[in-house]
């Protein structure tokens, strides 16, 4: 089966590239959007969990922009270049998993104070919880394209696709 760039980034040198370019932003995400959660229902807005939201936040974003640097120029330039995409799905898992810079960069640089300074508590969390949802949201949209065969958006598809076993046509 074809793979994606995305797909194949992250199953080639198994498990650094997982680890590296999946596990560290996906877990340091999930901490802000679990930890979120905490402090809208408690409204706790200083301690220990504000701490760990605070601090993956940060990490999460300053760690994410040096992965978009490293990818755009080790793997988008490169394919950009020589017309090595792979279809639409390639593309689309790509630029979305990418994209993903926004929404963590917007969460450490309001954790930072650099943004929304003018914010108060209430606010800061509005966006701050707007930040992790727009990255729920491009992180699964590049893992639903990232594991489609990159062939089926290329309209090359005659209507002959394999039934999976066991399933019926």
């Given at each position: 089966m074809?793979?994606?760039?995305?797909?194949?980034?992250?199953?080639?040198?198994?498990?650094?590239?997982?680890?590296?370019?999946?596990?560290?932003?996906?877990?340091?995400?999930e901490t802000v959007?679990?930890?979120?959660?905490?402090?809208?229902?408690?409204?706790?807005?200083?301690?220990?969990?504000?701490?760990?939201?605070?601090?993956?936040?940060?990490?999460?974003?300053?760690?994410?922009?040096?992965?978009?640097?490293?990818?755009?120029a080790t793997a988008v330039v490169p394919l950009t270049s020589t017309g090595g995409w792979r279809g639409a799905a390639d593309v689309i898992a790509v630029g979305f998993y990418l994209s993903g810079i926004v929404p963590l960069l917007g969460l450490a640089l309001l954790d930072l104070g650099v943004i929304g300074k003018q914010r108060n508590e209430e606010n800061k969390l509005k966006l701050h919880a707007t930040f992790v949802a727009i990255f729920l949201?491009?992180?699964?949209?590049?893992?639903?394209?990232?594991?489609?065969?990159?062939?089926?958006?290329?309209?090359q598809a005659d209507g002959a696709m394999g039934a999976?076993?066991?399933?019926?046509?």
């Open positions: 074809n793979m994606t760039h995305y797909m194949e980034l992250l199953a080639s040198n198994q498990p650094w590239n997982l680890i590296l370019f999946m596990a560290v932003p996906v877990i340091l995400a959007a679990i930890t979120e959660l905490y402090i809208l229902f408690s409204r706790q807005f200083h301690g220990g969990v504000r701490t760990i939201n605070r601090t993956a936040s940060i990490a999460g974003g300053l760690y994410f922009c040096g992965v978009f640097v490293y990818l755009m949201v491009v992180a699964h949209v590049a893992m639903i394209f990232g594991m489609l065969d990159p062939t089926l958006l290329m309209g999976m076993p066991g399933m019926k046509r």
